[in-house]
C-alpha cells in the first residue's frame, strides 16, 4: 500500500492550500480516508475523515468549517481543502486509510496505512 500526499509548503495566514493523497495497492473506494497532522513536539492529531463514498465527513473542532475533506474513488485521491489557515495549523499532514469501511473514526491507531506526509507551514 502506498499513499502518497502532496500539496503542502509555506503559505501566509489567512491563506489557502490543497493537499492531495494518491492512494494505490489497496481497494481505495473500501477505505475510510482521513487526515491527520504532527506538529514540532506534539502528537499527531486527528484532522478529518470521510466515510467510503463520500457521504460522511468529520472534522476536529480545530478546523470546523475551514478545511474540507473530499475524495475521488475514480483517481484513489482524498483531498483536504484548507482556507483561512493560521500559524497553529503548521504541521505535517499525513493521510491515512481505514480498511474497515466504518465510521469515520478519529483514533488515530484504527488506520492501517500511513502516508509519508507533506509539511504546511503558515506565518504570522
Known amino acids: 500500500v502506498q499513499l502518497q500526499a502532496s500539496g503542502g509548503g509555506l503559505v501566509q495566514a489567512g491563506g489557502s492550500l490543497r493537499l492531495s493523497c494518491v492512494a494505490s495497492?489497496?481497494?481505495?473506494?473500501?477505505?475510510?480516508m482521513g487526515w491527520f497532522r504532527q506538529a514540532p513536539g506534539k502528537e499527531r492529531e486527528f484532522v478529518a475523515g470521510i466515510t467510503v463514498r463520500g457521504g460522511g465527513t468529520r472534522y476536529a473542532d480545530s478546523v470546523k468549517g475551514r478545511f474540507t475533506i473530499s475524495r475521488d474513488n475514480a483517481k484513489n485521491t482524498v483531498f483536504l481543502q484548507m482556507n483561512s489557515l493560521k500559524p497553529e495549523d503548521t504541521a505535517v499532514y499525513y493521510c491515512a486509510a481505514d480498511r474497515r469501511a466504518a465510521i469515520v473514526s478519529a483514533v488515530l491507531p484504527e488506520y492501517n496505512s500511513w502516508g509519508q506526509g507533506t509539511q504546511v507551514t503558515v506565518s504570522s
Open positions: 495497492g489497496l481497494t481505495f473506494s473500501r477505505n475510510v
